[in-house]
C-alpha cells in the first residue's frame, strides 16, 4: 500500500510517508535548539554581508578581496538557508523505482484500490490523461494513451495483443 507506512521508494507517487514523519521523532527539543543555532548562523552570515559591502563602498577593501571573500559567504548563507528550510535531497535507488513502476503498471487496479485518494486520482490522471470516456454503445474508451502505454509499446516493437488482467476491466467471455 502506497500512503502512511509505506515503503515504496520516494521518487514515486508522493514519497513513503514514514521517512518524513520519522525524522525528529522524540528530539523536538533538540530540532528547536538546532533550529535556533542555525537562524543565528544566517544572521550573522547575512551581517557579514553587509559589512563586506561596507567595506567595498568606503574604500576599505579592495574588489579582488571583496569577491573572494563574499563568495564564501553567499555559498555560507544559501547551505544555512537550505538547511532552515529542511530541504533534502531524497537517494533513489533507481531499480528499486523502476521495480515498483512496474508492479504497479503490471496490477494497476489492485494499487488503485490500495492508494490514498489523493494518489487515486494523480494516478487516474497519469494513466488516462484525457480521462475516460463512455459512449451510448456502452463502451468505454480513452482519446489519448497515456506515454506510459505508447512507450511500452515503442519498447516491444509494436501493438500486441495481450490478455487483461481482471478487476481493472469486466471480464469477457471466453
Known sequence: M????SSAPCATWGG?????????VGTGCAARSGRRATER???????????LVDLLVDG????????????GNELRIS???VELAGVEVPEVD???ALDF???????????????APKTRREFQILLFPDGIHYSPNGRFGTPRTSFL??????????????????GFEPVLPA
Not at 576599505?60 to 563568495?71: A, S
Not at 512496474?102 to 490500495?114: K, Y
Open 41 to 51: 548562523q544566517l544572521t550573522a552570515a547575512r551581517e557579514r554581508k553587509q559589512r
Open 79 to 81: 547551505e544555512l538557508a
Open 16 to 24: 513513503t510517508g514514514t521517512s518524513a514523519r520519522c525524522q525528529g
Open 149 to 166: 502505454f505508447s512507450g511500452l509499446r515503442a519498447a516491444e516493437g509494436g501493438e500486441k495483443r495481450v490478455v487483461a488482467r481482471t
Open 2 to 5: 502506497i500512503g502512511r507506512g
Open 60 to 71: 576599505t577593501l579592495d574588489r579582488d578581496t571583496y569577491k573572494q571573500e563574499n563568495d
Open 94 to 96: 533507481l531499480g528499486e
Open 101 to 115: 513502476a512496474t508492479d504497479v503498471l503490471a496490477d494497476a487496479a489492485h494499487h488503485w484500490r490500495e492508494f
